[in-house]
Nanobody, 125 residues
Framework: QLQLVESGGGLVQPGGSLRLSCEVS???????IGWFRQGPGTVRVDVSS?????????YYSDSAKGRFTISRDNAKNVVYLQMNNLKLEDTGVYYC??????????????????WGQGTQVTVSS
């Protein structure tokens, strides 16, 4: 069974940066890896996604564009989410998830089959 483990969350001031990591238990090649954010009392929202082997442009939500960068290291089976200029509204639990189809549009959580345990990101002054 595919396993995903997130790390890198923490407490940061507005304007700060964090880099999240998602370590996947097998080759990224056939998967779409997505990062989702879930705030208190809200559903998981697609923040960014990237295919494990295809060179298609990654997806970013409107709020992530220009501030977040998703990347992958196929040799390590790790997907990163570099988050810069963090805002209060970026606060939430960040989950990485694996599916089989990437999209240039936001995908619902149900499109992804395997999930990590999540890592907390808190942006606060």
């Amino acid at each position: 069974q595919l396993q995903l483990v997130e790390s890198g969350g923490g407490l940061v001031q507005p304007g700060g940066s964090l880099r999240l990591s998602c370590e996947v238990s097998e080759s990224l090649d056939r998967y779409c890896i997505g990062w989702f954010r879930q705030g208190p009392g809200t559903v998981r929202v697609d923040v960014s996604s990237i295919h494990g082997s295809k060179d298609a442009a990654p997806y970013y939500s409107d709020s992530a564009k220009g501030r977040f960068t998703i990347s992958r290291d196929n040799a390590k089976n790790v997907v990163y989410l570099q988050m810069n200029n963090l805002k209060l509204e970026d606060t939430g639990v960040y989950y990485c998830a694996a599916g089989y189809v990437c999209s240039s549009y936001a995908q619902p959580a149900g499109a992804f089959n395997s999930w990590g345990q999540g890592t907390q990101v808190t942006v606060s002054s």
